[in-house]
Structures are given as C-alpha cells and as structure tokens.
C-alpha cells in the first residue's frame, strides 16, 4: 500500500488538537465505508458516473492497487507521481468515467478517454477493481455499462489493450465479441457499439 497517501503536508503542518480530530474523521469516515461495504449484499453495486468531485476517490482507488494490478491496469510499471499525474489529467467532459459503488465506496473505476479515428471517435477503456470485490461481476458490469454509455456518447468502438496473459480480460474480450488482435505479449480488443442488427425474418415460400 503506498503510504504517501497519507503525508499530506497540511497534516504534518496542523495543530495537535486539529491532528487528533483529522485523525478521526479518517478514522471514522474509514470505519463508516467499512460498514456500508459490509452491507454490499442489502446495498448491491451501483454503476455510476463520475465527475470532477470523485478525482481523488479515483486516485486512491489506483493507488491502492498491488503492483501486478497496477501493471495489469497500466500495461506496465508506473509510480506513484505518474498515477497522480494521470488522474490530474482525466478531462471529465470528454472522456467516458464511471464507477462502481458499494455504499460509499468506490470499489471499481473505468476511464476511457475518447478520441478521433477514420471511423468515428473511438474510446480507449482502463479499468479495475479493488481486489476484494473481485470475480462478482463488477467488472463485467461496468464494461456494459462503458458500452451503453459510449453508444449514447455517438463513440463508435471501445478498445482495450490486455496483457494475453490476463484471464478475466480475455474473457470479457471473448464474450463481448470483440475483434481481438495480438502482438506479442500484448493484445488489443475492440468492441463495436453498434447495436447488432435485427433477425431478418425468413420470407414464406
Ligand atoms: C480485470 C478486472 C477489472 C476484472 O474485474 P472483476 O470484477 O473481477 O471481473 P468479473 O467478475 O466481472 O469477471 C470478468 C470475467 O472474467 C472471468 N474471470 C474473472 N477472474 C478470472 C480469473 N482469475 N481467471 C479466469 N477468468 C476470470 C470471469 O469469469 C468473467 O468472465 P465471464 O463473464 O465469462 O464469467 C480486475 O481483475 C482488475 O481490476 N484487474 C487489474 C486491472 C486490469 O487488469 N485491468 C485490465 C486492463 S485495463
């Protein structure tokens, strides 16, 4: 876990009475996360949007993923600064955010920031989710929900770059069907958002 999260200045800066009551109201608005995510299965997982308030619950939540994730979500070995910096940069007007809630918690994010191509704005998607709260569904949710969301945006393919090696990805890449390439180690799936065409009803002979 990266302990930085928890330097800020203006907290080595505070006066003791006002470190002790920061101090708690950490405490306490962990502890209250804590019990809404224990009433995950009353509270179910909302997919949401996010927007410019939600940036620093977007980067603790990167942060706070292990190293492999971390390399799995970045496609490749990234510190600390280069995820703040990457968060500073996500333009909430353009690209697509969303997030998944357990009470309070923020316990799954997808930004995929939209840009031009020959066919129409493509949307390059990152995702994950805190290890928790893995292999429930939260992913597979928030990919459709990224799907939906970039078909109404007028985005007309989502694309994912995956480690071959990563299973879940894979397998969201297989079922989605999405036209999978692969170089190396690396793959690459797109998803059209164009909704599948209607069953042509067979005429009577
Ligand atoms: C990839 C990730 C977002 C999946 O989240 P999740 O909530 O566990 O995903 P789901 O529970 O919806 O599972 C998605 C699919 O993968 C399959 N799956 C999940 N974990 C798996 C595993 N370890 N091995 C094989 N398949 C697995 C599920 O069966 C499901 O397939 P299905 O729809 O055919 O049943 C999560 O593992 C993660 O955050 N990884 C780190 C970041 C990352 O790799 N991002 C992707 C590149 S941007």
């Known amino acids: 876990m990266d302990s ?76 600390a600064t280069c995820v ?43 995702i994950s989710v805190r290890a928790r709260h893995r292999h429930d569904g939260i992913g597979t949710q928030l990919l459709a929900a990224t799907v939906r969301e970039a078909r109404e945006q007028g985005v007309t393919a989502v694309q994912l770059r995956y480690l071959a090696s990563n299973a879940p990805m894979a397998a969201w890449a297989r079922s989605a069907g999405a036209r999978i390439s692969r170089a190396g180690a690396e793959c690459t799936a797109v998803v059209s958002t164009a909704p599948a065409a209607p069953a042509v009803p067979r005429l009577a002979t």
């Open 84 to 126: 703040r910096r990457y968060v500073a940069g996500i333009d909430f007007t353009r690209d697509l955010v969303l997030g998944a809630r357990i009470g309070l918690s923020l316990v799954g994010v997808v930004h995929a920031p939209v840009h031009g191509a020959p066919g129409g704005p493509v949307a390059e998607l990152g």
């Open 4 to 79: 930085s999260l928890h330097e800020s200045p203006a907290t080595v800066s505070m006066p003791r009475g006002s470190r002790w009551f920061a101090g708690m109201w950490v405490t306490a608005s962990a502890m209250l996360r804590e019990a809404s995510e224990g009433l995950a299965g009353l509270l179910g997982v909302r997919i949401v949007r996010l927007s410019g308030v939600d940036r620093s619950e977007i980067e603790a939540h990167l942060l706070q993923l292990d190293p492999v994730s971390r390399a799995n979500r970045f496609m490749g070995a990234v510190d």
